[in-house]
């Protein structure tokens, strides 16, 4: 019973479940960028490209010739699939600038919070921590 109440105060601290929390987010982000890459992003470029579909792009490895990547994957053909890479590039690249401005935010936010005032002070004879207001150490009894 020992190891699943150790397990059990592991599990429930907040950091563990900060962090799972956080992973949780980090799904549903990355699912939301896929879409807006995939969606939103890519589809004026293949436009502006004149009409390509950038998830189609693909290198067909076998014999046959096939017009579409899903047409190759229903024949069971072997294909370097790069539309589907450049895509997860792109969306890669969006989830790191905004992690990047995140972090830069919060580091901006930890930056601005100022110290709080301090209400100890360390005995010039024994270094112990004691009360800023305090005229006496209780640890070695000298005058401060």
Not at 37 to 58: C, K
Not at 64 to 72: D, F, N, V
Not at 88 to 114: D, E, G, P
């Amino acid at each position: 019973m020992k190891i699943y109440d150790e397990f059990k105060e592991f599990a429930l601290k907040g950091s563990v479940m900060d962090m799972a929390i956080g992973i949780i987010i980090g799904a549903a982000f990355g699912t939301v960028v896929q879409s807006l890459v995939g969606d939103i992003i890519m589809p004026p470029f293949g436009r502006i490209l004149g009409g390509m579909d950038f998830s189609n792009l693909f290198i067909n490895l076998s014999s046959g010739s096939y017009r579409s990547l899903a047409a190759a994957k229903a024949a069971g053909a072997a294909t370097i699939n790069y539309g589907h890479f450049l895509n997860s590039i792109i969306s890669f690249l969006i989830i790191a600038w905004a992690l990047f401005l995140l972090m830069k935010l919060m580091n901006k936010l930890k930056r601005q919070q100022s110290p709080p005032p301090a209400n100890t002070k360390t005995c010039p004879q024994c270094q112990s921590t004691i009360n800023i207001k305090a005229l006496r150490c209780p640890y070695c009894t000298s005058q401060i």
